[in-house]
């Protein structure tokens, strides 16, 4: 396995352009939040936001309409339950994050499969929490796109069939294989896998060990791949590097590190890695 690196990261986040414009820095779609579920999808589309997407809109349940709203004025907001809405802005964005409070009930699934339906090939898409479960639970075919899955480990047990304590990197490689996709396996020291290469974070800890930490992960890596897009698994790679790095360095002086405190550093991270030589 390979180290991911600082260097990677400086290498990714560069300072901008003078001559841009919000639409310079990516469009993303962020679609999760049940009725019970609305601070997952608040957590990853606060991060879409805090991670420079130029543009970033949230379709999630009507309850949630509110919430969001008091939250995160920065983000523009659909019912998920809008089929037709939800297929015209699905052809208007260049990713999707999927399934962050999504649940696994009838709706969840339509939602799903309105999405593998109508995304295209040159477009990102990130599957994470429910919407791998209903993956795996549906045995859904994947559309043809630049997939992105960030199970954690039981989640990838159901996905790939692999037990946890069987979970080595020969048979995590095969199973990625298989998929065809980035597999972002979330654990202590998180691998990375592509259909090149296996990579390793060496940060992160069990101060980061509370909910909506993985929210938090997969709104910054569709952040990231839409606004670094030219080089997705550097993007990747960086988003993930970066979320375990502010832990740390949130760590030095708590116990616990939450996923809001997280996301509240990340401009400040991205400002200091893109000043980096």
């Not at 001559?19 to 779609?29: A, E, I, N």
């Not at 399934?99 to 995304?119: H, M, R, T």
């Not at 992960?217 to 993007?235: C, K, N, T, W, Y």
């Not at 550093?265 to 400002?271: L, W, Y």
């Amino acid at each position: 396995m390979k180290t991911i690196t600082q260097s990677m990261v400086t290498e990714t986040i560069k300072k901008r352009a003078t001559h841009t414009h919000k639409g310079s820095f990516g469009r993303l779609l962020v679609i999760g939040g049940n009725a019970q579920f609305g601070g997952a999808i608040i957590l990853t589309s606060s991060a879409a936001v805090y991670s420079g997407t130029g543009l970033v809109t949230t379709a999630t349940h009507s309850t949630n309409f509110a919430s969001l709203h008091a939250r995160l004025p920065e983000t523009m907001v659909i019912d998920f339950q809008n089929d037709t809405e939800l297929k015209k802005l699905i052809k208007t964005v260049d990713g999707i994050v999927i399934g962050p409070g999504l649940g696994e009930d009838k709706l969840a699934l339509q939602v799903v499969q309105a999405v593998f339906q109508s995304i295209q090939s040159t477009q990102h898409l990130i599957i994470d929490g429910s919407a791998i479960d209903l993956v795996a639970a549906h045995h859904l075919s994947l559309p043809d796109a630049k997939i992105v899955f960030t199970p954690h480990e039981m989640e990838w047990q159901r996905l790939s069939g692999i037990p946890i304590a069987e979970q080595t990197e020969t048979k995590n490689r095969k199973a990625q294989q298989k998929l065809q996709a980035t597999v972002v396996l979330k654990k202590y020291h998180t691998e990375i896998y592509t259909n090149d290469t296996v990579y390793q974070l060496k940060l992160g800890g069990p101060e980061m060990a509370t909910g909506g930490m993985g929210d938090t992960l997969a709104g910054m890596i569709g952040g990231f791949v839409v606004q670094f897009s030219d080089h997705e698994i550097q993007a990747i790679l960086s988003a993930t590097y970066l979320h375990s790095y502010i832990a740390d360095e949130l760590g030095k002086t708590q116990y616990v590190t939450l996923p809001h405190q997280i996301i509240n550093q990340i401009p400040q991270a991205m400002a200091k890695f893109s000043k980096r030589e």
